[in-house]
């Protein structure tokens, strides 16, 4: 996962190639033009790719290597909660931990909604999560 010690950089670089793809001078906002022509800036596209690899996660469609990096809750414990369905958060205790795609794809994951995570194809996942995403 990106930090945002990594991400600021490559949102000042696509903030600087929206407004000279848009011809606009460079104190225009680049968060409208970015609505505007329905591009996700990089926060955004680092969830959506996360969102991304949990799914195949779920539907079996990563390397074997993988296998064990997410667990839902109901593996987990037998109780019967609201938060039954959900990914187990691995607990972590350092930072470093919680920047790992294990920690943050469960914690993504577990943040969207019922529609984003039922969907039958990555087609649609993807279709969802743009329009998620766009809308915020």
């Known amino acids: 996962t990106c930090t945002t010690k ?21 104190y225009d906002s680049s968060t409208a033009l970015l609505k505007e022509h329905r591009i996700l800036n990089c926060k955004q596209l680092n969830t959506y790719f996360i969102s991304i690899f949990v799914y195949k996660h779920q539907k079996s469609d990563l390397p074997h290597v993988f296998q064990n990096y997410f667990t839902k809750n109901s593996e987990t414990h037998n109780r019967n909660t609201r938060q ?17 795609i294990r920690y943050i794809g469960a914690t993504v994951w577990n943040g969207l909604p019922k529609e984003c995570k039922e969907t039958n194809s990555l087609a649609q996942l993807k279709t969802n999560m743009k329009k998620l995403l766009l809308s915020q």
Do not use: A, E
């Not at 990594?6 to 000279?20: A, H």
């Not at 039954?84 to 790992?100: A, E, M, P, W």
């Open 6 to 26: 990594v991400l600021k950089p490559l949102q000042v670089l696509q903030n600087r190639n929206v407004k000279i793809l848009s011809h606009k001078n460079r």
């Open 84 to 100: 039954v369905d959900d990914l187990h958060l691995i607990r972590f205790r350092t930072n470093y931990g919680q920047k790992s």
